[in-house]
């Protein structure tokens, strides 16, 4: 099999795609040979985990995700210890785990609206569920008592989004530059008063940190999801957040220069908008930059099959070398953690046969499954967390593995900084050529 057909077999595209498209970048870069480096590195790096899990290339997909399971529980066990085992129900555990996260991100300050304006948008649209489950008689009162970023934390999970769309989100149409201000990014958890409020709302309790872009703040409702691997899981999602809250935050103070059209670039990126145009009549390559995990609500979607950049993808790939670099803190815990570092684009197709594997593919078909047929593994880190949380549902991870190959592909040809400079330059168009 040719490289550029194994990368497209893992990437779910067409094989002649992606060979046009190596053929095109070559000429173009003067590089070459540069799929089968990616190929060679995959292997490569896929034969240096299973050897340190003692597992044979040839297992079948089963028992390579079953191990990669087993090591992630491993993994999430040790972390669990080294936060100094904290309680998913007691604020005061989470906020110290917040911290230690932002130690380890060490983020700058950001761009982020006024705490003024924030509490001038409550007032103009009173969040009335939030008065009733706080028992207050109008917002001045809630005001006079409550944080305001406890409450503009509350709006997500207890208005719902059709007022927030249409009410509440409205007033950013008028924002204006002077509306933002430098300062550091918050972390928040919440008081346990807002979990029994959270329970009355929240459909699905895996939803129980979250972050605002445009507040700079990273919150978390002490809700216990009581599944395995949450820790190692939640950890790696709050560094994911300090680095989209990061990239973000750039480009709201890039926009601030712009004031004519700063409202409606903030809207842009806060809603994640994705170009939609199937069709280019340029000859020169373009690139769709998707600023959020398609795959997770369409996994035919048609932009997943075109050349394209993921910063979601970046900024779980900066959050996993941050772990990374926790854990060599700690002797009896680098070399473990340190199994993940530069896997989060890896993956193969392994054998099914003989044996099944009873999951649906969260997001991104993995292949057959059954006798004498084979099965996408990912050995990304989030993939795989997402796996062992999701387990019990019986849902299989892929997606974070195969947006990650895309950015790899990218920059192995152009480079890391050249992929963030051609994002932060064309994020609002949503392509960019080469």
Same mark, same amino acid.
């Given at each position: 099999?040719?490289?550029?057909?194994?990368?497209?077999?893992?990437?779910?595209?067409?094989?002649?795609?992606?060979?046009?498209?190596?053929?095109?970048?070559?000429?173009?870069?003067?590089?070459?040979?540069?799929?089968?480096?990616?190929?060679?590195?995959?292997? /490569?790096?896929?034969?240096?985990?299973?050897?340190?899990?003692?597992?044979?290339?040839?297992?079948?997909?089963?028992?390579?995700?079953?191990?990669?399971?087993?090591?992630?529980?491993?993994?999430?066990?040790?972390?669990?210890?080294?936060?100094?085992?904290?309680?998913?129900?007691?604020?005061?555990?989470?906020?110290?785990?917040?911290?230690?996260?932002?130690?380890? /991100?060490?983020?700058?300050?950001?761009?982020?609206?006024?705490?003024?304006?924030?509490?001038?948008?409550?007032?103009?649209?009173?969040?009335?569920?939030?008065?009733?489950?706080?028992?207050?008689?109008?917002?001045?009162?809630?005001?006079?008592?409550?944080?305001?970023?406890?409450?503009?934390?509350?709006?997500?999970?207890?208005?719902?989004?059709?007022?927030?769309?249409?009410?509440?989100?409205?007033?950013?149409?008028?924002?204006?530059?002077?509306?933002?201000?430098?300062?550091?990014?918050?972390?928040?958890?919440?008081?346990?008063?807002?979990?029994?409020?959270?329970?009355?709302?929240?459909?699905?309790?895996?939803?129980?940190?979250?972050?605002?872009?445009?507040?700079?703040?990273?919150?978390?409702?002490?809700?216990?999801?009581?599944?395995?691997?949450?820790?190692?899981?939640?950890?790696?999602?709050?560094?994911?957040?300090?680095?989209?809250?990061?990239?973000?935050?750039?480009?709201?103070?890039?926009?601030?220069?712009?004031?004519?059209?700063?409202?409606?670039?903030?809207?842009?990126?806060?809603?994640?908008?994705?170009?939609?145009?199937?069709?280019?009549?340029?000859?020169?390559?373009?690139?769709?930059?998707?600023?959020?995990?398609?795959?997770?609500?369409?996994?035919?979607?048609?932009?997943?099959?075109?050349?394209?950049?993921?910063?979601?993808?970046?900024?779980?790939?900066?959050?996993?070398?941050?772990?990374?670099?926790?854990?060599?803190?700690?002797?009896?815990?680098?070399?473990?953690?340190?199994?993940?570092?530069?896997?989060?684009?890896?993956?193969?197709?392994?054998? /099914?046969?003989?044996?099944?594997?009873?999951?649906?593919?969260?997001? /991104?078909?993995?292949?057959?499954?059954?006798?004498?047929?084979?099965?996408?593994?990912?050995?990304?880190?989030?993939?795989?967390?997402?796996?062992?949380?999701?387990?019990?549902?019986?849902?299989?991870?892929?997606?974070?593995?195969?947006?990650?190959?895309?950015?790899?592909?990218?920059?192995?040809?152009?480079?890391?900084?050249?992929?963030?400079?051609?994002?932060?330059?064309?994020?609002?168009?949503?392509?960019?050529?080469?």
């Amino acid at each position: 099999m040719f490289s550029y057909e194994k990368i497209a077999k893992i990437l779910r595209a067409k094989a002649d795609a992606i060979k046009l498209l190596e053929e095109k970048l070559d000429a173009l870069t003067g590089k070459k040979n540069v799929m089968d480096k990616i190929v060679e590195e995959n292997e /490569a790096e896929i034969r240096k985990r299973l050897d340190f899990l003692d597992l044979g290339r040839n297992l079948t997909a089963k028992k390579i995700y079953d191990g990669l399971i087993s090591k992630i529980e491993s993994d999430n066990d040790k972390l669990f210890k080294t936060l100094g085992s904290p309680s998913a129900l007691i604020p005061t555990d989470w906020q110290r785990v917040l911290e230690t996260a932002r130690d380890v /991100a060490n983020p700058p300050k950001g761009f982020f609206i006024k705490k003024e304006k924030a509490i001038e948008f409550i007032k103009n649209q009173p969040p009335l569920k939030i008065l009733s489950a706080l028992n207050y008689k109008n917002v001045r009162q809630m005001l006079e008592h409550e944080d305001i970023f406890e409450i503009f934390s509350a709006l997500r999970f207890v208005e719902g989004n059709e007022w927030l769309n249409e009410n509440f989100f409205k007033q950013y149409e008028n924002l204006k530059t002077d509306d933002f201000e430098k300062r550091e990014i918050k972390v928040l958890a919440l008081p346990e008063r807002w979990a029994k409020i959270a329970q009355s709302f929240v459909k699905y309790k895996h939803h129980n940190i979250s972050h605002l872009k445009e507040l700079g703040v990273i919150y978390v409702i002490p809700l216990s999801l009581e599944i395995s691997g949450e820790v190692i899981r939640n950890f790696s999602l709050i560094l994911h957040y300090f680095n989209e809250i990061k990239f973000y935050s750039e480009l709201f103070e890039k926009f601030s220069y712009e004031p004519s059209s700063f409202s409606q670039n903030l809207i842009s990126l806060l809603r994640g908008d994705v170009f939609n145009s199937p069709t280019s009549t340029s000859k020169k390559i373009r690139w769709l930059i998707i600023q959020r995990y398609l795959a997770k609500d369409d996994k035919d979607d048609w932009r997943l099959f075109e050349p394209h950049v993921n910063p979601e993808a970046l900024h779980w790939q900066k959050a996993e070398k941050m772990l990374v670099a926790m854990a060599k803190k700690f002797n009896n815990f680098s070399t473990d953690l340190a199994f993940w570092e530069n896997l989060d684009w890896v993956g193969d197709y392994f054998s /099914a046969e003989g044996e099944s594997l009873p999951v649906r593919q969260a997001g /991104a078909s993995g292949g057959k499954n059954g006798n004498g047929s084979e099965t996408l593994v990912s050995f990304n880190l989030v993939d795989t967390a997402m796996s062992l949380v999701k387990q019990k549902d019986l849902i299989k991870y892929l997606y974070h593995h195969q947006e990650a190959l895309w950015n790899k592909i990218f920059t192995e040809y152009f480079g890391a900084e050249k992929m963030d400079e051609l994002i932060k330059e064309n994020i609002i168009k949503g392509y960019f050529e080469v």
